[in-house]
T-cell receptor, first 114, second 113 residues
Framework: DTAVSQTPKYLVTQMGNDKSIKCEQN?????MYWYKQDSKKFLKIMFS???????INETVPNRFSPKSPDKAHLNLHINSLELGDSAVYFC?????????????FGPGTRLLVL | AQSVTQLGSHVSVSEGALVLLRCNYS??????LFWYVQYPNQGLQLLLK??????LVKGINGFEAEFKKSETSFHLTKPSAHMSDAAEYFC???????????FGAGTRLFVKA
């Protein structure tokens, strides 16, 4: 009964490949997020969707494309992977966009680009 | 715009000692403030949050934080550290009406036996 789940947990791939990370939440939340955590643990928002609509799109290379097929799912597709994409990617969700609401994080996907 | 500064990337305490993790924020609108904890190889989970109801906020696992507007601070404390408290702690801010949560750089807490 995991609240926010991500697959895969680990991803090792070669430079230039295309890969996807999937996220699902069973909390009934309207808002979902993708964060990138670098090797120094710095956490940065990449994208956010509310009711399948993109509401946050930070300065991220356009090789990264999020897709939200429904409110419970938010996937991240990465084209032409580069060494600098190596990081931990976290999915999160919150009930809505109301500022004081808690975000619930998935366990992370550890991406290593060789 | 909002920003968060966590003073000290690493803090080391002895088991049973006071834990104090410092967080200062900057916000052009009334802020909501959060402390999240990240255990090794896990996602973040909420410890506590300030939503303007009370300036002293109690959270899980015996942690608490006090919102001090005059000092623009939201420091996290726990009277007595336990080995299980060893983790990465993140302070975060979100502005009223804002969509984006800004996280601090994190403070790694070490607890010595």
């Amino acid at each position: 009964d995991t609240a926010v789940s991500q697959t895969p947990k680990y991803l090792v791939t070669q430079m230039g490949n295309d890969k996807s990370i999937k996220c699902e939440q069973n909390l009934g939340h309207d808002t979902m997020y993708w964060y990138k955590q670098d090797s120094k643990k710095f956490l940065k928002i990449m994208f956010s969707y509310n009711n399948k609509e993109l509401i946050i799109n930070e300065t991220v290379p356009n090789r990264f494309s999020p897709k939200s097929p429904d409110k419970a799912h938010l996937n991240l597709h990465i084209n032409s992977l580069e060494l600098g994409d190596s990081a931990v990617y976290f999915c999160a969700s919150s009930p809505s966009t109301i500022a004081q609401e808690t975000q619930y994080f998935g366990p992370g996907t550890r991406l290593l680009v060789l | 715009a909002q920003s968060v500064t966590q003073l000290g990337s690493h803090v080391s305490v002895s088991e049973g000692a006071l834990v104090l993790l410092r967080c200062n924020y900057s916000s052009s609108v009334p802020p909501y403030l959060f402390w999240y904890v990240q255990y090794p190889n896990q996602g973040l989970q909420l410890l506590l949050k300030y939503t303007s109801a009370a300036t002293l906020v109690k959270g899980i696992n015996g942690f608490e934080a006090e919102f001090k507007k005059s000092e623009t601070s939201f420091h996290l404390t726990k009277p007595s550290a336990h080995m299980s408290d060893a983790a990465e702690y993140f302070c975060a801010v979100k502005g009223t009406g804002g969509f984006k949560t800004i996280f601090g750089a994190g403070t790694r807490l070490f607890v010595k036996a």
